[in-house]
């Protein structure tokens, strides 16, 4: 109700906002400027459906380069985003592109919600924490060129789950979702691929 859902519209209302007009154009043109980055984030997005539908492996693309093929463990945007793409695979690729983008945008605001509630600001405060993470310069920059920007909601969600996991009164469970959360946050992703 009103502890979710509300703050949940808010960021929806506020990310058509922000992105207009990718909303208007949804289906028929992929957001941002016209060159590499976005033509090959749709084909990152369209490769992650394949590797779901089990086509392609995940973090690898044979093809590319052939017959050695490339890693795609630190390409951005990733699978994550590739799920977010996965509903609207049906209307194109523009509109799986646009619909990932639109989502990372909105998921992002409500994360930094969560963040703040759990960290006892009133829901005021904590939706303003949210619209701040959102209008921030780096992610409003992605909206045309770098989706992976603009998703940067596991963040303040690895930080909810530490908060979590730091309360004695809470599941221990927290602290399984922390460990779970922290590679693949975008700095979590880059130590495991130093590591590897």
């Given amino acids: 109700g009103v502890e979710y859902g509300l703050p ?7 990310t058509l906002a922000l992105s207009w007009p990718i909303a208007r154009d949804f289906t028929t043109r992929v957001a941002g400027v016209p060159g590499a980055d976005p033509q090959l984030n749709v084909w990152v997005l369209w490769h992650a459906k394949e590797a779901f539908l089990g086509h392609q492996p995940l973090f690898e693309a044979p093809l590319l380069y ?7 463990w630190t390409h951005s945007p990733g699978p994550l985003t590739g799920l977010l793409a996965l509903p609207f695979w049906g209307l ?27 960290l006892r600001f009133d829901r005021a405060v904590s939706f303003f924490a949210g ?9 409003l920059g992605g909206l ?7 998703f940067l ?13 730091f309360d004695l009164a809470r599941s221990r469970w927290w602290a399984v979702a922390a460990a779970g959360a922290l590679p693949l946050t975008p700095h979590g992703t880059a130590a495991l691929t130093d590591l590897a």
């Fill in 144 to 150: 045309t060129m770098h989706i992976d920007k603009v």
């Fill in 66 to 72: 052939y017959p050695k093929g490339v890693t795609l």
């Fill in 92 to 118: 194109g690729d523009e509109a799986a592109y646009n619909g990932a983008l639109l989502l990372s945008l909105a998921i992002t605001g409500f994360a930094m919600y969560l963040l703040a509630r759990a």
């Fill in 153 to 165: 909601a596991l963040l303040p969600l690895t930080l909810l789950c530490l908060v979590q996991t």
């Fill in 131 to 139: 619209v701040m993470l959102m209008t921030s310069p780096m992610i």
């Fill in 8 to 14: 949940l519209l808010g960021f929806a209302a506020l």
